[in-house]
């Protein structure tokens, strides 16, 4: 697994770093076939008072590429709430991939047949 996390407007620190990489543990968890993971950490200084921290994740999954992004006004739980969409898209397309509950081809046919 590739991972890159970048920052815009901000630097990355170790601690910033430590906190995304253990996020992430919790999705190569549910799905193993993690190929390329690019987060980019940013913050948009809308006015004086107001800032908005911003993560984003571009996850390459085998078969599929899943786009996340997530605001907040505390960087921390921008990263949060991102996780846990992330995590909700990967067990949907993991769930997608191991879906046997339609017919056979061969069961189809047979019932064509008859």
């Known amino acids: 697994m590739n991972l890159t996390i970048s920052g815009h407007h901000l630097e990355v620190t170790p601690s910033l770093r430590e906190y995304v990489m253990t996020k992430l543990d919790r999705i190569t968890r549910h799905f193993d076939q993690v190929v390329d993971v690019t987060v980019v950490l940013s913050v948009e ?27 907040h006004a505390d960087l921390y739980a921008a990263i949060d709430e991102l996780m846990d969409k992330l995590d909700r898209q ?12 339609h017919e056979s081809i061969k069961k189809q046919q047979l019932s064509g047949v008859a």
């Open 90 to 101: 990967v067990i949907r397309h993991k769930d997608r991939l191991q879906d046997h509950h």
């Open 45 to 71: 200084k809308l006015k004086e008072k107001e800032r908005r921290q911003k993560a984003e994740v571009n996850l390459h999954v085998k078969g599929r590429d899943i786009y996340v992004e997530s605001a």
